[in-house]
């Protein structure tokens, strides 16, 4: 049985569960916590849907279920982060971010790799590597944009809020 084990990863402030192996390497278990929260509630939740998503596909891999279901988790996946984008865009337009372009293009760059990975499952079907990169590419990812991109972005939202300036309005 895999035992909690809270060491707070500094880099990202997740907890490693000891025991949840894949290919011989220990993956990190996706949690959203408030050192994740960009003050943003609709942004907030969505990324909390992706995480769980994320931690969906694992545990169906893991628990031996249906290649299906592993199909199923990826094509939600896939679907969520395209929709949860352009909320996120429409936001940053809405407010006359500057730096909408550059976070546009690197959410374009993520749906390209999600495809990827699509394609991969297509090909090899739910192999320990394909599990791995699922993990590394999106869960990685994921903290690693909302740490840095969307903190940033949802600051300058939130802040032109305050102001009361929203573009279109
Ligand atoms: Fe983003």
New binding site residues.
């Given amino acids: 049985m895999p035992s909690e084990c809270s060491i707070g990863f500094s880099r990202w402030s997740i907890h490693y569960t000891v025991g949840n192996m894949t290919g011989g390497r220990i993956v990190p278990n996706y949690a959203w916590n408030q050192d994740l929260a960009t003050g943003n509630a609709v942004i907030d939740n969505q990324h909390k849907q992706l995480f769980t998503a994320v931690n969906t596909l694992f545990n169906a891999y893991k628990s031996g279920k249906e290649r299906q279901e592993v199909e199923r988790t990826i094509e939600f996946l896939m679907g969520y982060s395209i929709k949860h984008?352009a909320d996120?865009e429409k936001l940053q337009q809405e407010y006359d971010y500057p730096e909408y372009p550059r976070?546009r293009q690197?959410?374009d760059e993520f749906k390209v790799e999600v495809k990827e990975l699509v394609e991969m499952l297509i090909q090899e079907g739910s192999t320990d590597e394909f599990v791995n990169k699922v993990y590394v590419t999106i869960g990685e990812w994921l903290v690693n944009?909302i740490k840095g991109?969307?903190f940033k972005?949802a600051a300058y939202v939130q802040s032109k809020m305050l102001m009361g300036k929203r573009q279109s309005a």
Avoid: G, K
Wanted: aromatic share 12%; proline share 0%.
């Fill in positions: 984008f996120e976070h690197i959410h944009h991109e969307d972005m």
